[in-house]
C-alpha cells in the first residue's frame, strides 16, 4: 500500500541511532577485521575460505543492520537486499559448475599448445 | 490525493514544506520513495559487481592453487589497514547522518569532512599498491610490461632484470615467477586481471562516492539540511556503506588467500 | 464555447509552455515520454533502413554469391549487426516502458509524476547519449561483431567501432535501470487511495514486471559490457582464450542479461494487450489475477533460461540439459495470458478500432512465435535448428510481430490522449491489414527455410542451395511490411493536423488516464482523480456520442468540465 501521512508539517521521518549504538558497532567492524586478519595468517585445512567468508558476513551483517539501519527499516527494504544476493548466488551457482563442468576440455586445449599442466 | 485540494504544487499551500517536491503528498511519502529508490539502486550495484564475483568464483574453483601462489604479490597489511580506513569513514557517515536528523550543522561538517579524508587516505593507500604493482609488472596478462607472460620471451627484458618477482631476488616468494609452468603463469596473468577489475571498479565507486560527499559538504555548508530534510544525507551514507560492504568481501577473497 | 472534454482550445501540457528548452529540459512525464516516443521512432526508421539494406542483399539475382566482393560481405556483416543492435537497444527496450510507459504510468495512477522526475530526464537524456553513440559507430568503422558481440572476436580482429557500440549500450543500460528504479518506487508508493495490488491495471503490472527484470539484469549486460572495454582497449585477459581467459564465460554474462531483456521487451507489449482487449470487447479482463501473476512469473522465471542461447558454445551437457528443461516452463505463463485474452473476447462485443486490430494480429503472431520457441527449449531439435533462420523467424515474430506490434497498437490506443486528436480511419486499419500480412510473408516462409538448414549471418546463397523462393518471398513480404507501416506513421502524424478532436475517453476505457482531459493539463488532473475501484468494470461509463466519447454514469459533482456536459 502507499503511504499516506496526511500532516506535512511537523512529521517525524527516519530514525535516529545512539550514538554508543554507532561506536559498539564500529568497534566490533575493527575486531572482526584483526580476526580475519589473524585466521588469514593460519593454516585452516582447507576451512580458510569458508571461516574468512562467515567473519565477512558477520561484518557485512553488522554494518546492513545498524550502520544502514536495516533493523528499523520495513521488512520489504532488507527483502530487496537479499533479493540481490540471492540472484547472485544463482547466477553464481550456474556459471561456477558449467565452468567446472567444461574446464576438462579447456585444459586439454591449454596443454597441448602451451606444453603446461 | 485529499489533502492538496486544487492545489497542484505552484506552491499556494503555506503549510507545504519547501522540501517537499510538487508530486509528494507528504514528507513520509517522499523519505519512503526514495529510500525504497535508493535500496533499488543499491540492488542494481550488487548485480553489478555480481559479474566479477561470479569470474573470481569460477577462476578461483578451477585454479586454486593459482589463486594461492598470486595472493601473495598483495600486500596483507595495506589491504588490513584499508579495510579500516573504509570502516572508520562509513561509521564517520552513519554519524553524519545522526547529526543531520538532529540538525548538529557543524558537527554534519566534520562528521563528512573525516569521511572525504578517509576516502582519501584509501585511494592513496590503493595508489601505492597500484604502482607498487606496475614496478614490479604483477599485471593482468595482456599488459605490455606484465611478467605473467606464457611465453617468457614475451616478456619485457627491463623486467626481467629488475622485477623481485620474476627472479625472487629478495626471496620473498615461493617460487619466481621466471620458474613457473607457463599455463599456470599465464592464469596468474588472469588473477591479476580480475584483481585490477574488482579493486578498479571498487576504486571508481570510491571516487564517485568523493564527489557526493564534496556535493553534501556543499549542500550542508549552504545550510540545507535538518531534521525533516536529511533525505540526501541519509541515501549518500547507504550508497557509501554498499562500497564498504564490498571492500569487506573483497579483503579476505583477494588479500587472505593461503 | 460548449464545454468540452477536449482541451486542445486550452491549456494543457503541449502548449503551458514553448521553445526547446521547456521540452529538452522537461521533468513532465508526459514530455518525456513524447520525446522518447518520436526518439525511439527515429531510431526504428534507422534500424528499417539497414533492414531493407539486409533483405535487398538476399534476394536472389540482386548479388550474385559466388562473385562477391570482401567489401560487400563486410558491409552485409555491418548491416545485420547495426540492424540488430539498434532494434533491441534503441527500439523495443525503450519502447514501451519507456515511450509508453512514461506517458500512461503517473496518469493511470492518478499523480501527478513519477517519482523522481529529475532521474527520469537523466535516463532519457543518457539514453540520447546512448543513441549519438551508436550512431557515431555508424561513422567510425565497420561494426560486424553482431549484436552479441562475442568475444575473442569483438575483442580482436574487429575495428574499434565496437568501442562505441558498447559505450553506447552500457550507457542505454543505466538509461533502462533508472527508468526501471523510477516505475517500481512509482507503483510501489504513489498508488492512490483504493489502489490495491490487485487493483492496478494490467498495463502497470506488465510494466512493474519488466521494471524488476530492468534493475535485476541490467546491471549484469553493463558490467559484462564494461568489462568487454577494458579486454578490448587493455587486453585484461578475463575473457581473451590467448591470455587464459574464458569465451564462455562472457556468454553466460551477456545471456544472463540478454535473456530476460528479451521479456523486457514483450512483457510491456502484453500489458497493453490486456488494456486492449478488455476496453474492446467491453468486457472486465477474464482472469485478471492469474495474468497479473503470470507477469510476475515471467519475469522471475526468465532469470533461470539463459542457458539455452549456449547450447552449440561449449556449455556443459549437464547444463544445457537443466536450461532445456527450465526453458519449457516460460510456456505456461505465456499461455495463461493468452488463452485469458482469447476468454475475454468471448461473447463481448468487440469494437474493432486499430487499436485493437493490432492487438487481434498479435495473437496470431505471438501464438507462432510462442509455440516455435518450444522448438528452441527442446535440446536435440535446438542443436540443429541454431543459427538457422528458423531462429530468425522464431525471435521476429517475438520482438516483431508481438513487442512491435503492440507498441503501435499502444500508440494508437493512448495517441488520443497524448494529442488530443484520433488517428482513427481506413488509413490507419489498413496499414495494419498491411504490415499483418507483409510480416507473415516475410518470416513464415523463413521457418521451412530454416528447418532445411539455410544458415543465418551469411551474404547470401548460391541457387544451388534452394533457399531463392523462401528469399524471394520474404524480400516481397518485406516491402509490404515496409509500406503498412509507413502507412501507420503517416496516418499518424497526418491526424495531429486533420484528425478529430478527441474527447477524454473515446475508447470506453475505465482506468484512471481516461478521467482526465485530451490532452492532459500540466499536472494531469483539474481536480483530484476519484477513489479507484476495479479498473476493468466497463458498466462505469456510458457512451455519449462522438464528440463527448464515453463517460461516467455517476459523475463526480466536483468535476468542472464533466458536470457541464452533464448538465448541457
Not at chain 2, 511519502?29 to 533499488?40: A, E, Y
Not at chain 2, 579524508?117 to 604483477?138: D, L, N, P, Q, R
Not at chain 3, 490506443?413 to 495494419?432: D, F
Not at chain 3, 551469411?458 to 523462393?469: I, K, L, P, R, V
Request: net charge neutral; aromatic share 14%.
Amino acid at each position: 500500500m502507499s503511504d499516506h501521512t496526511h500532516d506535512s508539517g511537523e512529521e517525524h521521518i527516519g530514525h535516529v541511532l545512539p550514538l554508543s549504538l554507532l561506536v559498539k558497532v564500529f568497534g566490533g567492524l575493527v575486531l572482526l577485521t584483526g580476526l580475519t586478519v589473524y585466521t588469514g595468517t593460519m593454516d585452516l585445512h582447507g576451512f580458510d575460505l569458508p571461516v574468512a567468508m562467515v567473519i565477512a558476513t558477520c561484518k557485512a551483517s553488522l554494518v546492513c543492520l545498524f550502520f544502514m539501519h536495516l533493523k528499523y527499516d520495513k521488512p520489504f527494504i532488507g527483502m530487496i537486499f537479499l533479493l540481490s544476493v540471492l540472484f547472485v548466488g544463482l547466477f553464481l551457482a550456474f556459471v561456477t559448475h558449467d565452468a567446472g563442468q567444461y574446464q576438462g576440455d579447456i585444459q586439454a586445449y591449454t596443454s597441448e599448445h602451451l606444453g603446461g599442466e | 490525493m485529499s489533502t492538496t485540494t486544487n492545489d497542484h504544487g505552484h506552491g499556494h499551500d503555506p503549510n507545504r514544506p519547501k522540501h517537499l517536491a510538487h508530486h509528494f503528498e507528504s514528507l513520509g511519502q517522499q523519505f519512503d520513495s526514495g529510500k525504497l529508490g535508493i535500496w533499488v539502486f543499491l540492488l542494481t550495484e550488487v548485480l553489478f559487481f555480481s559479474a566479477l564475483f561470479v569470474a573470481y568464483t569460477m577462476y578461483r574453483s578451477n585454479y586454486p592453487e593459482v589463486f594461492q601462489y598470486a595472493s601473495q604479490f598483495l600486500d596483507t597489511k595495506m589491504g588490513a589497514i584499508n579495510t579500516v580506513v573504509l570502516l572508520l569513514s562509513s561509521f564517520t557517515f552513519a554519524w553524519a547522518v545522526r547529526n543531520a536528523m538532529l540538525g548538529e550543522k557543524s558537527k554534519l561538517m566534520l562528521n563528512l569532512l573525516i569521511t572525504l579524508v578517509c576516502a582519501g587516505g584509501f585511494m592513496g593507500i590503493k595508489y601505492v599498491e597500484y604502482s607498487h604493482k606496475f614496478h614490479e609488472g604483477t599485471l593482468w596478462g595482456g599488459n605490455e610490461s606484465t611478467i605473467f607472460k606464457a611465453d617468457p620471451a614475451d616478456v619485457p627484458a627491463e623486467m626481467k632484470e629488475h622485477s623481485s618477482a620474476w627472479n625472487n631476488t629478495d626471496g620473498k616468494y615461493s617460487v619466481a615467477v621466471k620458474d613457473l609452468d607457463p599455463a599456470f603463469r599465464q592464469k596468474v596473468g588472469v588473477f591479476f586481471g580480475v584483481y585490477f577489475c574488482l579493486t578498479g571498479l571498487h576504486g571508481i565507486h570510491v571516487m564517485i562516492g568523493m564527489i557526493l560527499i564534496v556535493w553534501l559538504l556543499l549542500r550542508t555548508r549552504r545550510g540545507d539540511f535538518g531534521p525533516t530534510n536529511f533525505n540526501a544525507i541519509d541515501f549518500g551514507a547507504l550508497y557509501w556503506h554498499l562500497v564498504d560492504l564490498i571492500w569487506i568481501f573483497l579483503f579476505p577473497l583477494l588479500y587472505l588467500i593461503t | 464555447m460548449a464545454p468540452s472534454t477536449n482541451s486542445l482550445d486550452r491549456t494543457n501540457y503541449l502548449n503551458a509552455t514553448k521553445g526547446f528548452r521547456s521540452w529538452f529540459m522537461t521533468i513532465d512525464h508526459k514530455r518525456l515520454g513524447l520525446m522518447y516516443l518520436w526518439s525511439v521512432i527515429g531510431c526504428f526508421i534507422l534500424g528499417g533502413f539497414f533492414a531493407m539494406k539486409i533483405r535487398w542483399t538476399l534476394t536472389p539475382g540482386v548479388t550474385d554469391f559466388m562473385t562477391q566482393t570482401v567489401e560487400q560481405m563486410n558491409a552485409y556483416n555491418n548491416a545485420f549487426t547495426v540492424h540488430g543492435a539498434v532494434m533491441i537497444f534503441l527500439v523495443i527496450i525503450p519502447s514501451i516502458p519507456a515511450a509508453l510507459g512514461n506517458f500512461v504510468l503517473p496518469i493511470m495512477l492518478g499523480v501527478k509524476d513519477v517519482a523522481f522526475p529529475k532521474l527520469n530526464r537523466l535516463s532519457y537524456h543518457l539514453w540520447l547519449i546512448g543513441a549519438l553513440l551508436f550512431v557515431a559507430t555508424l561513422f567510425i568503422g565497420n561494426l560486424d561483431t553482431g549484436w552479441t558481440f562475442y568475444p575473442p572476436y569483438s575483442t580482436g580482429h574487429t575495428d574499434v567501432s565496437v568501442i562505441t557500440a558498447v559505450l553506447g549500450a552500457f550507457v542505454l543500460g543505466f538509461s533502462s535501470i533508472f527508468t526501471g528504479l523510477n516505475f517500481i518506487v512509482t507503483i510501489h508508493k504513489m498508488r492512490p487511495p483504493g489502489m490495491t495490488w490487485f487493483k492496478m491495471p494490467l498495463f502497470l503490472w506488465a510494466i512493474y514486471a519488466t521494471a524488476i527484470i530492468q534493475i535485476l539484469a541490467t546491471p549484469v549486460v553493463g558490467i559484462s559490457l564494461l568489462l568487454l572495454l577494458v579486454e578490448k582497449t587493455m587486453q585484461i585477459g578475463i575473457f581473451t582464450p590467448a591470455l587464459g581467459g574464458d569465451p564462455v564465460f562472457f556468454q553466460h554474462l551477456f545471456w544472463f542479461y540478454s535473456h530476460p531483456a528479451v521479456y523486457v521487451m514483450i512483457l510491456p507489449g502484453m500489458g497493453v494487450m490486456s488494456e486492449l482487449f478488455a476496453t474492446f470487447s467491453r468486457k472486465p479482463i477474464f482472469g485478471y489475477k492469474s495474468i497479473a501473476m503470470a507477469s510476475i512469473a515471467i519475469a522471475i522465471l526468465s532469470f533461470i533460461v539463459w542457458g539455452h542461447h549456449m547450447f552449440v558454445s561449449g556449455q556443459s551437457e549437464t547444463m544445457s540439459v537443466i536450461f532445456s528443461a527450465l526453458t519449457f516452463s516460460v510456456a505456461v505463463p505465456s499461455a495463461i495470458k493468452v488463452f485469458n485474452w482469447i476468454a475475454t473476447l468471448y461473447k463481448g462485443s468487440i469494437a474493432f478500432t486499430t487499436p485493437m486490430l493490432y492487438g487481434l494480429s498479435i495473437i496470431w503472431l505471438f501464438g507462432i512465435g510462442g509455440l516455435t520457441g518450444m522448438f528452441h527449449s527442446t535440446l536435440g531439435t535446438s542443436v540443429h535448428l541454431h543459427d538457422t533462420y528458423f531462429v530468425v523467424a522464431h525471435f521476429h515474430f517475438v520482438m516483431v510481430g508481438s513487442a512491435l506490434f503492440g507498441f503501435i497498437g499502444g500508440i494508437f490506443y493512448w495517441w488520443p490522449k497524448m494529442y488530443g486528436r484520433m488517428a482513427e480511419g481506413a488509413l490507419s486499419k489498413w496499414g495494419c491489414l498491411l504490415s499483418f500480412v507483409g510480416f507473415n510473408m516475410t518470416f513464415l516462409p523463413l521457418f521451412p527455410a530454416g528447418s532445411r538448414g539455410m544458415p543465418r549471418r551469411y551474404a547470401g546463397y548460391t541457387e544451388a542451395a534452394g533457399f531463392d523462393s523462401y528469399n524471394m518471398a520474404a524480400t516481397v513480404g518485406a516491402v509490404v511490411l515496409a509500406v503498412g507501416l509507413c502507412m501507420a506513421l503517416y496516418s499518424l502524424i497526418r491526424s495531429l493536423k486533420h484528425g478529430e478532436k478527441a474527447p477524454a475517453n473515446p475508447w470506453g476505457g475505465v482506468t484512471l488516464e481516461w478521467q482526465c482531459t485530451s490532452p492532459p493539463p500540466e499536472h494531469n488532473f483539474d481536480i483530484d482523480p476519484p477513489t479507484v475501484d476495479d479498473p476493468y468494470d466497463m458498466t462505469l461509463v456510458e457512451w455519449r456520442g462522438q464528440e463527448e466519447g464515453f463517460l461516467p454514469k455517476n459523475p463526480r459533482s466536483d468535476d468542472p468540465c464533466i458536470a457541464d456536459i452533464q448538465k448541457a
